[in-house]
């Protein structure tokens, strides 16, 4: 990769230093990523997952700084820039390359406010433009048949069966799901209680059906699966329980509904969280508001939850083109 010559790493712009410098100044950004990585997770609740992509991302970063010999606390932004070239360059994808920056965002802009580093040389780069796509989707005839794809003469076609309704009527991602005990789902008042990023809780309300599939795979199905924990007993509060009683991870939930999906036949672009897409799309569709369905998601930004504007209006289009005698 192009950059400073090796063995010079530069503290001030121009301003060459030792190696026994330059190890040092290393060592320093290196804790000064650590010390951030832990600030995301204890003082912003990230979860584990997301603490670990940053901690992906600005790995790569620290390796590139190594190689190229430069300090990371006084790195300029035709630096960074550089950087983010070189990842385009090894074949990364604009979203990907974006992803790289914001997590170089959040870093600088803390060392900011930690008074480490004095100027932020992140927050001068633009962002890569992403092509505007729209989330995938599913029909109701799509979700009817993974329902339909569950064998709910076994207990773990009741527990999945149960699984897609409570995707379809809560907008929940898969994730949040994993994290569901037994008492989040309130019955008496048709709704479950979420946990999303950030460990930030929002109430959803239920509609009859999941809500009825649900109550069957805690009265049938679930007891069984408990049961069959290691050491006898069921002492985990999971809502979602593997076959060996142990509560769900969201890439066993994930490997579920990937099962339902080959069995139904159905679209193979069909995820989870394309059941989300799907869930908010159909709201906006029914005339909620924007706010209430930012609500329901759990999306910090107003602009995130806009997307599905957009989604909606292509869904109109569309019923128009086949709906309209002069619409081919």
């Known amino acids: 990769m192009p950059g400073a010559a090796r063995g010079s790493l530069c503290g001030r712009v121009g301003a060459p230093v030792s190696a026994e410098e330059r190890e040092e100044q290393l060592a320093t950004f290196r804790t000064d990523v650590d010390d951030y990585l832990s600030y995301l997770q204890g003082v912003r609740n990230m979860s584990a997952n997301t603490v670990r992509a940053y901690r992906t991302d600005l790995e790569a970063y620290l390796g590139w700084l190594e190689r190229e010999g430069v300090a990371g606390r006084t790195v300029s932004h035709r630096r960074l820039r550089r950087y983010l070239a070189d990842l385009t360059r090894a074949g990364y994808t604009p979203r990907t390359v974006n992803r790289h920056l914001s997590a170089l965002r959040g870093l600088y802009r803390w060392l900011v406010g930690e008074e480490r580093i004095t100027t932020d040389a992140a927050a001068a780069i633009a962002s890569p433009k992403l092509a505007q796509t729209l989330p995938h989707t599913l029909s109701d005839a799509d979700?009817?048949?993974?329902?339909?794809?569950?064998?709910?003469?076994?207990?773990?076609?009741?527990?999945?069966?149960?699984?897609?309704?409570?995707?379809?009527?809560?907008?929940?991602?898969?994730?949040?799901i994993a994290r569901l005990d037994v008492a989040d789902i309130d019955f008496a008042q048709a709704q479950v209680r979420l946990f999303g990023k950030?460990?930030?809780?929002?109430?959803?309300?239920?509609?009859?059906?999941?809500?009825?599939?649900?109550?069957?795979?805690?009265?049938?199905?679930?007891?069984?699966?408990?049961?069959?924990?290691?050491?006898?007993?069921?002492?985990?509060?999971?809502?979602?329980?593997?076959?060996?009683?142990?509560?769900m991870s969201a890439d066993a939930l994930r490997t579920r509904f990937e099962r339902l999906v080959r069995l139904a036949g159905v679209d193979a672009d069909a995820t989870p969280h394309a059941m989300r897409h799907t869930y908010a799309t159909e709201l906006l569709s029914g005339g909620a508001d924007l706010r209430s369905v930012q609500e329901l998601l759990g999306h910090e930004s107003l602009s995130t939850t806009q997307i599905y504007t957009h989604l909606s209006v292509e869904r109109l289009k569309e019923a128009t083109r086949q709906a309209h005698p002069r619409g081919e």
């Open 198 to 247: 950030g460990s930030k809780e929002r109430v959803v309300p239920l509609y009859r059906t999941a809500l009825s599939a649900i109550s069957a795979y805690l009265s049938t199905s679930r007891p069984t699966l408990a049961g069959r924990r290691k050491g006898g007993g069921s002492a985990t509060a999971a809502l979602f329980v593997s076959t060996r009683g142990n509560r």
């Open 143 to 176: 979700v009817r048949r993974l329902v339909e794809a569950c064998d709910v003469t076994t207990v773990e076609g009741v527990r999945d069966r149960a699984m897609v309704e409570l995707l379809y009527a809560s907008g929940a991602r898969v994730s949040e």
